[in-house]
C-alpha cells in the first residue's frame, strides 16, 4: 500500500504528461485481455513492436494453456472411463466362471 500511494503522490506532483500504451491481447479474432504500459516519455517504434509482440507471445500461451487444461481434462475422462470398463470387464469374469460353474456342477 505504501508503494502505491507513493506513486499516486509522485504522478499528482508531475508536471510531465504520462502516455500509455494499450494493447489488447488477441487470438484468432478473440480478446483475451489487453496489456496497459505508462510512462512519463513517448514510447519508441521499437518498445511499441516489443508490446505487440509481447501480445501475441502472451495470446500463444494463453491458448497453449487452454489447450493443456482441455487435455489433462480428457485424460481424466479417459482414465475414468478405463477404469469402469475395466471393473465391468472383472464383473464379466466373475459371471463367467460362475456360470461355467454351475454347468459342470449340472453336468455331475
Do not use: W, Y
Not at 505504501?2 to 480478446?31: C, D, M, Q, Y
Not at 501480445?55 to 478405463?82: P, V, W, Y
Amino acid at each position: 500500500m505504501t508503494i502505491l500511494t507513493s506513486i499516486k503522490h509522485k504522478l499528482r506532483l508531475s508536471l510531465v504528461a504520462i502516455i500509455f500504451i494499450i494493447a489488447p491481447i488477441i487470438n484468432e479474432g478473440r480478446v483475451l485481455g489487453a496489456v496497459e504500459i505508462a510512462s512519463f516519455k513517448d514510447f519508441s517504434d521499437r518498445d511499441v513492436e516489443v508490446v505487440r509482440k509481447t501480445c501475441d507471445r502472451l495470446a500463444s500461451t494463453f491458448e497453449s494453456i487452454k489447450i493443456q487444461e482441455q487435455t489433462a481434462g480428457l485424460l481424466r475422462t479417459s482414465q475414468i472411463q478405463t477404469d469402469k470398463l475395466r471393473a465391468q470387464e472383472e464383473e464379466m469374469r466373475q459371471h463367467l466362471k460362475e456360470m461355467a460353474a454351475t454347468q459342470e456342477d449340472k453336468r455331475t
